[in-house]
């Protein structure tokens, strides 16, 4: 298993452009959640799916950010318009919910908006 | 309110002494998990606690967990410097999501 896959691993952006970050869960997980980690704010959880659905996007910051859920073996992590605040490090997370084996990790997307 | 909190926050220590690192939590738990993040890097699960009493070990570090006392503790022994990390606890109750700590920096000192 090639576990959670996210990419880019690196982004630099100009502030106000569209940024798109990208998640390949682990084969057979049935929940997917996106986490911001900045020192500041330490790991944020921004939303969370469960079967494909939204389960709870309280974490999302504002309007700006987005996240979707297509199939089962993808998810995106949309900014629009992008914000110099946004620079941090976005992991996706991939979980089988009957299980006790907690979350697994992708690499993350340090993401840097100028 | 749902409060996770780890002490210390940042943690230096000589090679070779021991040491532990607290994680209270506010509500109950029915799993309480423990990650590490190397600089730069993800995060790795260590251990899953399960139940009140139980105790985990793979070498040199050892977590357990009492849910009466809403605390979990991972213990570090006789430090070497490829522990040098951030360790997160991480808590868990039914259907809610994991909660994470806010994290200990952990800096072992030759």
């Known amino acids: 298993d090639a576990g959670v896959i996210q990419s880019p691993r690196h982004e630099v952006t100009e502030m106000g452009q569209e940024v798109t970050l990208r998640c390949k869960p682990i084969?057979?997980?049935?929940?997917l959640f996106w986490y911001r980690q900045t020192m500041m704010r330490g790991l944020e959880l921004l939303i969370y799916f469960n079967n494909n659905v939204p389960i709870d996007d309280s974490g999302m910051p504002e309007d700006r950010f987005s996240a979707k859920m297509p199939n089962a073996s993808f998810s995106t992590l949309k900014i629009q318009p992008s914000e110099p605040r946004d620079s941090a490090v976005y992991f996706c997370?991939?979980?089988?919910?009957?299980?006790?084996?907690?979350?697994?990790f992708g690499s993350g997307t340090r993401l840097t908006v100028v | 309110e749902l409060k996770v909190e780890q002490n210390p926050l940042f943690l230096s220590m000589q090679e070779g002494k021991n040491y532990t690192i607290y994680c209270n939590y506010s509500t109950t738990s029915d799993r309480l998990y423990w990650y590490r993040q190397d600089p730069g890097k993800s995060l790795e699960s260590l251990f899953v606690l399960l139940s009140n009493g139980a105790v985990k070990q793979e070498g040199r570090l050892m977590a357990s967990l009492d849910t009466k006392a809403r605390l979990s503790t991972l213990h570090i022994t006789a430090a070497v410097h490829d522990l040098s990390a951030t360790y997160f606890c991480a808590r868990h109750f039914g259907n809610e999501k994991l909660t994470f700590g806010t994290g200990t920096r952990l800096t072992i000192i030759p």
């Open positions: 084969s057979g997980h049935n929940s």
């Open positions: 997370a991939s979980s089988f919910s009957d299980r006790d084996n907690g979350y697994t």
